[in-house]
């Protein structure tokens, strides 16, 4: 059901800015839904970008080694994250910096629980500081490309944007909690 959720979830959040005609949010997406596709791509078939994983069939269908559902994926939380680092600054640098940590802090949340559930598995059993350095990275570059564009998702209508991050982020906190316990 996962991929199936995220992309209901998507379409919600989303609708918004559709109906609203937010086109730049739109031109801004899709290249970032396709670079993080081709990205995940090469840290699959690679190791070089995130080391070395695979993933499960919980995302579902594949192509290429990975489920399309996360460029998507990807582009929300990014979102999310943008959207809650421009309530600090608007400033593009440091909004960059700030939604990076934002990214890296829900993939460290998420990963232990992402792992129990197959979403993908580590060759090393555990998850490589090279994956979050990464994150860190690609998060940055994603969120000045946000800023250069001019993009402005934000106010009432990125409201559930910013909602959906922090619910992902809770839920895999909550996981977490119960996994230990």
Not at 96 to 102: E, M, P, Q
Request: charged share 10%.
């Amino acid at each position: 059901m996962t991929p199936y959720f995220l992309l209901f979830m998507a379409i919600i959040v989303l609708l918004p800015q559709a109906l609203h005609r937010n086109w730049k949010l739109f031109i801004w997406a899709l290249p970032i839904l396709i670079a993080t596709f081709m990205i995940e791509v090469l840290g699959v078939r690679t190791g070089l970008i995130f080391g070395r994983y695979e993933y499960g069939g919980t995302l579902g269908v594949h192509i290429l080694g990975v489920p399309p559902v996360i460029g998507l994926n990807w582009v929300l939380v990014m979102l999310g994250a943008i959207l809650l680092a421009g309530r600090v600054t608007k400033r593009p640098l440091p909004m960059a910096l700030l939604s990076g940590v934002l990214a890296v802090v829900f993939d460290l949340v998420m990963e232990p629980v992402a792992i129990e559930l197959d979403y993908w598995t580590w060759d090393n059993v555990a998850v490589p500081l090279q994956n979050y350095i990464a994150w860190g990275v690609i998060a940055f570059m994603i969120s000045l490309a946000y800023s250069w564009a001019k993009v402005d998702a934000g106010g009432r209508r990125g409201a559930l944007l910013e909602h959906f991050f922090l619910v992902q982020v809770l839920f895999f906190a909550f996981l977490v909690l119960f996994l230990v316990l």
